[in-house]
């Protein structure tokens, strides 16, 4: 296929069992404030001798698949599920590389709660030469407080906001401040502040990939919540969307109190790497 000039790929992952409404709205925010041609699921896997998840892989797709039916732009991806290894955030972005996709077309999408833990994935802190990375926050993690927690990635680090005056929509969409992002064929310049840091301003100038910290409100809700209201018989409704909400239905899933592969009884270093690792 030929190249596009302009392309800016946002790519969620995770285990998504199930997917929730939580994970749509981290998606949907970095697609409205960065201005994403596509946001692309990813349910990621775990071999066969690791915990699985409770739900099969052909499930775990399904409802993702069902989940993104009807947004524009997003699109459910079985690359993780084709093979028996483990999904590693840097091995798939290498993946989109190998397609034809440069680092500065790809925009990989995670919650603040998960990117915490992101000095324990593999090929840290080179994989964030890979794409540009979308951070955005979670109840009871604001992404404001990120470049404290995580000071070696602050000179990355871009606050990105919507400007509030009534002026902020142009014909071609809502303009962003602080950064101003300003469109261009196929890249995202970031103008830095007269009273940024030299330290920033050099790590930005030696890399073009940045983290983009997304300040939204996202629903608080988790995948664990989910199977648990499940073993419990009680209602899901609101805290997935209601064709995953059928779909679980249809196939009894979570009835069992199965411990899941993403549990958080479970060991942290278990999930280290995988695609975001939100629950």
């Known amino acids: ?131 540009h990375f979308a951070v955005v926050a979670r109840p009871g993690v604001p992404v404001a407080e990120l470049p404290a927690q995580l000071p070696d ?29 300003l469109r261009r064929f196929d890249r995202l310049r970031v103008v830095p502040s007269p009273v940024e840091g030299r330290r920033a301003r050099d790590e930005r100038e030696s890399n073009g990939t940045l983290i983009f910290l997304i300040d939204a409100a996202t629903a608080d809700v988790s995948s664990t919540a989910i199977r648990q209201a499940r073993h419990e018989h009680r209602s899901i409704a609101g805290l997935v969307p209601p064709s995953v909400e059928q779909h679980i239905e249809q196939h009894d899933l979570y009835e069992t109190p199965t411990p899941a592969a993403d549990s958080s009884t479970g060991s942290r270093g278990a999930k280290a790497g995988r695609l975001h690792g939100q629950d």
Not at 55 to 70: D, E, P, Y
Not at 166 to 180: D, K, N, R, W
């Open 1 to 131: 296929a030929p190249m596009m000039q302009s392309r800016r790929i946002g790519i969620l992952g995770g285990m998504f069992d199930p997917i929730h409404s939580g994970h749509l709205d981290v998606g949907a925010a970095a697609q409205r404030m960065l201005d994403l041609t596509q946001v692309l699921v990813l349910p990621s896997n775990l071999p066969p001798h690791r915990p699985q998840p409770v739900a099969s892989s052909h499930h775990r797709f399904a409802m993702a698949a069902l989940a993104v039916a009807g947004r524009p732009g997003w699109r459910a991806v079985d690359l993780e599920l084709r093979g028996a290894e483990r999904s590693y955030t840097s091995d798939t972005l290498r993946h989109f590389h190998a397609s034809g996709y440069r680092p500065s077309d790809l925009f990989f999408i995670a919650g603040a709660d998960a990117f915490l833990e992101i000095a324990t994935w593999k090929d840290y802190p080179a994989l964030f030469d890979l794409a």
């Open 153 to 181: 990635l602050a000179g990355r680090m871009e606050m990105v906001r919507l400007e509030q005056a009534p002026s902020a929509h142009t014909s071609t969409g809502p303009v962003l401040s602080e950064p101003l992002i």
